[in-house]
């Protein structure tokens, strides 16, 4: 194996990458949509979030998921059943998004307008941290099953993360997990970090992350 | 972009690659050593199974672990913790682990001889189960709050792998999980899989686990 000529490759790809992102977050500011990338591992409850975020928002806003899968297309029938749009992306075997596939994706929206559009990316608490989708924000969730000392180990993921929501706290009596340390370690990774612990099951916390996202709409706007 | 260019060289990283890997696995063989490949998402519980395992294991065989980690050395402390020698790997922000990777981890154990040797890989259900990294087995562990619909969303990652631990079964009744259903899933993605589910924290099913790690080095040995 050659590491040099893999590295380079790499570079290419992410520059490029970069450039791509760049455009396309400048687009969506113009078109005056808010796009969200939320990122997690596996199962740490991204589509359980989105479906009661879209519950509670539809209603003041037009919303659409970007929904990204290696395979299968179980999300993206979740979604469409809580009422918001979806668009289906396999990343044919890839473990992160480009921009330029977040551009595809968003292509199947058609013209229509939408002041909110999430994008679900894979779930991989390791690769989507390092591709630029040009989204607005990057948030990351970790659920309190993961255990409080990922950002320890996943340090890249909550580098780029905006804000930190983190799920399951319904649960946080039956695991060994102290929310204080995840905070001191996310924001050892992110000082500033904004972290919203909630519960997507019984609504605990999510007045927040709500209201987070209205702010962020209408600042898109302006 | 050109995805031509990328998909050729990561042909030829993973051609380079199978072929080290099955040296590497020759040479365990002579060696008489098991080498198991521990794959999962961040969070499902590695570690915990390892150190228990090799709390139940260390009096009637010669265990080490090598631990992949992008950074920290969390988990290596951890594991010289519970007895056993420990070997970490930083990956220098790769989501996975080659042969070759794999191999220089071995080469900081020295000259002593090993019963049974685990890789705990980087915590990602997707990139490590593209690259072979030698191991005599993979095996993979879903923890319960990950959701019995994983193996239909990271297909690859249990058709690679030989055996499936099911972790944290202590908190199944706090979540929507299905074990008949995960079996289902993963039976599909790998016809005749074997399944063990278990708690490392309360030793429930942990029993199979270790008879089954017993039955494995036995036959490395023959």
Redesign the interface.
Known sequence: ?DPI??IE?KEN?LA??DR?ADKLRAKMKENKTLLINIMS???SGKTTLLKRTIKELKDEMKIGVLEA????D??AAAILGAGADSVQLHTG?A?HL?A?MTEQGLAGFGDKHYDLVFIEN??????PA?FDTGATMNVCLL?V???D??P?????MFQVSHALVVT?ID?RS??DFDLAKLEKNARMRHPGMKIMPLSAKTGDGFEEWINFLREKVAEQKK
Do not use: A, H, Q, W
Request: charged residues 30%.
């Open positions: 194996m000529r893999i490759v790809v490029k990458n791509d591992s596996p199962g899968d290696i395979d299968s179980v999300d075997g473990c480009t330029d894979v779930g991989n608490l390791v690769c390092e659920s099953p993961e255990g000392d990922k320890l180990k996943y340090p890249l399951k649960v039956v695991f």
